[in-house]
């Protein structure tokens, strides 16, 4: 009896998407819009080519290598000395090399453009579609410079460095270098957010400005920067101190690596528990006033927490709306089913309300460098507001993202699940939801001019859009009432940034845009994403946000 021949037919592959990649990170009409309003337009050809290498295939595999083949940590050499060393794969320096090019480090302090500090948020918001690991040493390098300025001595060595956009990997002296990395030493496993219990100390050597640390970090991520700004224990209380990892004359620095966490996201990122035992450390600011100098970086990285999440919605949204377009049920495109628009529409308001709010900080950061007071005050208050809700919104994005792909989205060659895992991150980092939404609450008690600040922000759409009126005056009485404060903190802060954001999107986005917000965040709209009104612009919102999809 004659066999036929095995048929292929059944591994023929129909209806799955093309890669989403080469795609163009930057063609986002609201991160180009609010790029050029506030004040960075000059920046936007640079934004421009930074997304398209973003969307390469070349970039996409980096993300997935530098994710895949995790940090290792190597304590001794061959021979038994320490010697405490991370290695990366390629993909990370790559990574990390491009990212100090583009300015996404620390050249923006040493770029007197206006707009400079905008149009590094802009690109961490295109070379965000990357992988979220290695933007860790890239935002504590910037977040250092305003701390080291405290220490003009310190600042003059190193801050060119440290604005560099050379990217110059390996421990050697610091001032051999042709660019620099830094990172940051606060918590420990005692008290986490609450510093003030650090038990660190720092002894005085004898030499002016120098000390002698000795005690165990308990979350230092990017071991192998160059510099650590370090809280520690001094004769005058907790101060801040500049640790770097190899000393002047050449030696190593005691910094001990006990081990790499295990975390469920940002695999790239080596983050590590460092022990002190006799470490030298240079004094930044006074003795006493260590949580004072470090929130100089912390506002900073705050910052970088909003833009990360904002980064991060965009590139789910990006990849829901490609699949949704080359995917077919029921006889049409996902895309065209009235459900599944309604799913991506609502992910589209969402994710340029991030984007928005991410680059009016950076303006307000920019002019408040610039020695703008108001734009300082109202900094000081939005940015810890942004930093809670933004970053509360990126694990439910990425989950609705996810479920557009179907069974896809949650297998691992779709990158949603990185997305996924990562999405957390942000909100714990830099200050958990409740330690923010306890800051804004300290901020409004010491800074009137704050709160000003920020009611003027929100006045400032008075009129355009009744349900945002509403929400305005219902901010108002939340401020005014400061009864049981702290229990109410996180709806008070919630209902601040709702209204910041549906301001901006009033003043600034399509109609289209702005009611669908104002229709659903400000009450009358379902918990879920996906539950926009029937009679909403489905159309016009997703022809802004995903043009390649039409």
């Not at 986490?192 to 400005?209: F, H, I, K, L, Y």
């Not at 160059?226 to 990892?245: N, T």
Request: proline letters at 6%; one cysteine or more.
């Amino acid at each position: 009896m004659a066999l036929t021949a095995p048929s292929r037919a059944t591994h023929e592959v129909t209806n799955q998407p093309p890669p989403t990649a080469p795609y163009d990170a930057s063609a986002d009409a609201a991160l180009l819009e609010g790029l050029r309003r506030e004040g960075a337009g000059w920046a936007e050809d640079d934004v421009r080519r930074l997304g398209a290498h973003a969307g390469s295939p070349e970039a996409q595999r980096w993300a997935e290598e530098a994710n895949a083949v995790e940090p290792v940590l190597r304590t001794h050499d061959r021979y038994g000395n320490r010697i405490d060393e991370v290695d990366f794969h390629p993909a990370w320096h790559h990574l990390v090399r491009v990212a100090v090019a583009e300015g996404n480090a620390g050249s923006a302090w040493a770029d007197e453009r206006p707009g400079a500090h905008v149009a590094r948020y802009a690109g961490l918001l295109v070379w965000g579609h990357t992988e979220a690991g290695h933007a860790c040493p890239v935002a504590m390098t910037y977040a250092a410079v305003p701390a080291l300025r405290l220490q003009p001595d310190l600042a003059a060595g190193y801050e060119p460095l440290l604005t560099s956009r050379v990217y110059d990997p390996g421990l050697r002296v610091p001032t051999t270098k042709r660019g620099l990395l830094a990172g940051m030493g606060m918590t420990e496993k005692q008290g986490g957010s609450d510093v003030r219990t650090n038990t660190t100390t720092a002894t005085p050597t004898g030499e002016d400005g120098v000390y002698a640390l000795r005690g165990h970090k308990w979350f230092t991520s990017a071991p192998m920067c160059d510099l650590f700004l370090v809280l520690a224990r001094a004769p005058g209380g907790l101060s801040c101190f500049l640790v770097p990892r190899v000393l002047p004359d050449g030696t190593r620095n005691p910094f001990l690596l006990q081990r790499l966490k295990d975390k469920l996201g940002n695999r790239s990122n080596a983050s590590s528990e460092p022990e002190f035992d006799g470490t030298l450390a240079w004094l930044v600011g006074p003795e006493g006033r260590g949580v004072k100098t470090i929130v100089e970086m912390v506002d900073c990285t705050r910052l970088d927490c909003v833009s990360g999440s904002a980064a991060l919605m965009r590139k789910a949204l990006v990849e829901a709306g490609h699949h949704a377009a080359h995917r077919r049920a029921f006889g049409a495109r996902l895309l065209d089913q009235p459900l599944m628009r309604n799913v991506l529409a609502d992910l589209a308001v969402e994710s340029e309300a991030a984007t928005a709010l991410t680059l009016r900080l950076a303006g307000a950061a920019d002019r408040a460098v610039r020695g703008d007071d108001g734009e300082r005050a109202f900094r000081r208050i939005a940015t810890a507001v942004g930093k809670y809700w933004v970053t509360k919104r990126a694990p439910a994005f990425a989950a609705e993202a996810l479920e557009c792909l179907g069974g896809n989205g949650y297998v691992e060659d779709s990158g949603m699940p990185r997305l996924y895992r990562e999405a957390p991150l942000n909100s714990i980092w830099e200050g958990s939801g409740n330690v923010n939404a306890l800051d804004v609450l300290r901020v409004l008690d010491k800074d009137p001019a704050a709160a000003r600040a920020l009611t003027a922000e929100l006045e400032a759409a008075r009129g355009g859009d009744p349900r945002l009126d509403a929400a305005v005056a219902r901010v108002g009485a939340a401020l005014a009432d400061r009864d049981g404060a702290e229990v109410r903190a996180r709806r008070l802060v919630e209902l601040m940034a709702l209204a910041l954001q549906g301001s901006l999107l009033v003043r600034h986005a399509p109609a289209a845009v702005a009611d669908a917000f104002c229709g659903t965040r400000f009450g009358g709209g379902g918990y879920a994403f996906g539950t926009l009104p029937a009679g909403t612009d489905f159309g016009t919102i997703l022809d802004r946000a995903l043009p390649e999809t039409r």
